[in-house]
């Protein structure tokens, strides 16, 4: 490679990488527009949680095929990452195989990366045959139209080109690593079980050519690896990286256990101090302090973790196909609570953006524009979509909260519900018995 | 009026002196429903039966808040949450039993942050000590042959991993226990929870509560066994809805240990 070639390259890093962190930070801030909420306790739970989770896939494999399937791509990804340094060091130095000095053990890595770029590719034919031949039913619910069908597909097509390039890229070099007598740079080094049999492909060509394709192969490859990269932004794909911090957040209590809402407390302990003086006067509000909302309707009042869980979501269906109520046909769709929010983040992160780091009210909320009421009376909060998640992100506590907006923001709950909570109130139970009858229970037959 | 049930209330008890072992919660559904009271009776039965000094509250109990709570009014929940502390710190309620999935969640989860800590456990996890210690004994005879499956409830099985004491009570009575294709973490609801109880459901291809009595029936039961009486209602409404009601029992596992011994 020629001196030019390395300083072209080391640009195109810079802008793959640069471009990539602006994003990243653009998401963090987008994630931090939530409110607080403590998810620092039991350090070693939570680590633990990661290393099983999403490191140790525990939870993909729970749907056997799919798991499996995934663990191959995913240990492609994680391994041929690794082959990446050497690509990047030879790509900047002008190098050939840097590695090389390794022996046996270079090319029990090489031949290694080169069976599993194999299998991911064989997994990634597999999983694009499941979306667009078998069309499992997860995959074809409403939500899944337009751009989430095509994200699917592109980030299959990605790999599949990804994988080729590599394979192609292989092929190529030990193809000059075999002309008799030696050629130009091209050292002998590494193992190649299957560009081997891509090899023959070159036959007739010349050097010059084939080495022409070869550094062809090689940028389409690094280019491909650094746009992919920075597709993860605009795509689903962004779970292989928030799959880490996002189970690390996780929620640690019971599943049953709902968070107390602490102003309610502080309320109702009021209500309940017969010492209280029924007559003072409200605290002063906190100069340029907006009176917190009780409850949910857009992504400012969700925490922090419900807005990480809408850009870890990968869009899988597997809460949307275990949930009762999307089974019997009502329009609750878990994963679609997940991609609304998402969807409504973006929408305030561009607004945020575009006047300059302010918020300017767009009179929409997540609540009716994106989600609607009907969605979130569905739900039996029985936790499947949560047992589910393969990354422990928690659709209810977000349809929760938004319940909790309907009905003490907006008393906007179902006529029934509203019959109930009235006889809780007044008889201490949902239904309109008298709570001096609660023991008669005793004497009858 | 036939039998006699000793039901000593909390006030009852503190009058003479005495604390209970166990603070029974009878719940709304088990005070007021007509099919729920049957297994508040079966439990207390069985507690006679094994001697245990228990207690209830009475007409000092009230709704835990939980339906208030899934539906959204935390405002309403956290004052039924906060009198219900109040009278249970008043008695030092130190171990609280409770037929109810829902409630055995709230007063185990959610009471605790706002002030009310007890040992909480739900019933089928107390029959199971009963029978570890030997406190009650059970014949299994009358259900020899039985095929019996068990419906988890969400609130005590996802929600708080209670999932072997129900299961390892139906084993003690010699019957043949099937699982259902989809059981214990993988359970599915049965339509009542999140304060779906209590309102009609929003349009669809079907109710809940029918697709999980498909579950079940597609293993041939003899019983239905439940261990939550918001769970018993609905599959009781599913087994009528595919008119099954002459082969298939739903039966909570109290009332399935109470028959064993002839209660």
């Keep these: ?445 | 009026m036939s039998e006699n049930l000793i039901v000593p209330t909390m006030a009852e008890m503190l009058a003479q002196g005495k604390q209970p072992e166990v603070l029974f919660w009878v719940g709304c559904a088990g005070s007021f429903d007509d099919r729920a009271k049957k297994i508040t009776k079966a439990f207390v039965r069985i507690l006679n039966r094994a001697n245990v000094p228990f207690a209830v509250l009475g007409t000092e109990e009230s709704c835990t808040g939980d339906p208030a709570k899934r539906a959204g009014n935390e405002f309403l929940f956290q004052m039924q949450a906060m009198m219900n502390i109040e009278v249970l710190n008043g008695y030092e309620a130190k171990k609280i039993v409770t037929a109810c999935p829902h409630c055995f969640n709230t007063l185990k989860n959610e009471y605790p942050e706002l002030g009310g800590k007890y040992e909480v456990i739900h019933h089928t996890e107390f029959l199971k000590s009963l029978l570890d210690t030997g406190r009650l004994t059970i014949e299994g005879g009358q259900f020899k042959g039985k095929k019996i499956t068990f419906h988890d409830p969400c609130y005590l099985g996802r929600a708080n991993n209670v999932y072997e004491a129900p299961r390892d009570l139906i084993s003690k009575l010699d019957a043949e226990l099937v699982e259902m294709k989809r059981s214990k973490v993988n359970g599915l609801c049965c339509g009542a929870g999140g304060a779906q109880m209590f309102k009609d459901a929003e349009p669809g291809n079907k109710e809940v509560n029918v697709l999980r009595t498909e579950d079940a029936l597609e293993v041939q039961p003899n019983i239905i066994a439940t261990g939550c009486p918001f769970c018993n209602t609905m599959m009781t409404d599913g087994i009528k809805n595919k008119e099954k009601e002459a082969d298939v029992k739903v039966m909570d596992i109290a009332e399935l240990i109470a028959n064993a011994q002839d209660l």
């Design chain 1, 1 to 445: 490679m020629s001196y030019l070639d390395n300083i072209l390259f080391a640009i195109v890093l810079i802008i793959g990488f640069g471009y990539f962190f602006n994003n990243i930070k653009k998401i963090i801030r987008n994630i931090n527009l939530g409110i607080d909420v403590d998810r620092k306790d039991n350090p070693s739970s939570r680590w633990k949680n990661m290393a099983m989770i999403a490191l140790g896939q525990s939870k993909m494999v729970k749907r056997p095929i799919a798991g499996a399937l995934h663990i191959v791509v995913y240990l492609g990804f994680i391994i041929i990452n690794i082959e990446l340094v050497e690509i990047i060091i030879d790509g900047l130095f002008g190098t050939h195989r840097i590695f090389a000095f390794l022996g046996t053990a270079y090319n029990v890595l090489i031949g290694s990366f080169e069976i599993l770029a194999f299998l991911v590719l064989v997994a990634v034919t597999v999983f694009w045959i499941r979306r667009n031949i078998v069309r499992l039913k997860r995959f074809m619910n409403p939500e899944m139209k337009g751009f989430p069908k095509s994200d699917a597909n592109y980030i299959l097509y990605f790999e599949m080109v990804l994988m080729t390039l590599f394979l192609l890229m292989n092929a190529s070099d030990l193809h000059l690593q075999n002309v008799p007598g030696g050629f130009s740079h091209f050292i002998q080094a590494g193992s190649f079980p299957i560009s081997q049999f891509i090899e023959p492909l070159f036959n007739g060509m010349s050097n010059e050519f084939v080495m022409l394709l070869t550094e062809i192969f090689w940028w389409l490859h690094i280019v491909g690896i650094l746009v992919f990269m920075n597709y993860l932004y605009f795509s689903k794909h962004l779970h292989i990286l928030l799959a880490f911090p996002n189970t690390y957040f996780a929620n640690l209590k019971p599943l049953g256990q709902f968070d107390n809402l602490e102003a309610v407390t502080t309320e109702v302990k009021m209500m309940m101090d017969p010492n209280a003086d029924p007559f003072a006067a409200a605290p002063a509000p906190v100069e340029g302090e907006l009176p917190a909302k009780f409850g949910a309707s857009d992504i400012q009042d969700l925490n922090w973790v419900q807005l990480l869980n809408a850009y870890t979501c990968t869009e899988c269906g597997r809460c949307t196909s275990s949930c009762p109520a999307n089974q019997t046909g009502k329009k609750l769709s878990p994963r679609k609570i997940m991609m609304d929010t998402r969807d409504r983040m973006e929408e305030v992160g561009k607004n945020i953006d575009a006047n300059k780091g302010v918020f300017i009210p767009d009179n929409k909320t997540l609540l009716n524009d994106y989600i609607t009421p009907e969605e979130l009376w569905a739900c039996t909060s029985c936790n499947a979509c949560v047992e589910e998640c393969p990354v422990n992100i928690s659709p209810l506590s977000i349809i929760m909260d938004m319940r909790r907006y309907l009905v003490m923001e907006q008393s906007a709950a179902p006529m029934p519900l509203n019959a109930m909570m009235t006889n809780i109130e007044n008889n201490g139970a949902p239904w309109q018995f008298n709570q001096q009858d609660r023991l008669n229970w005793k004497n009858e037959d």
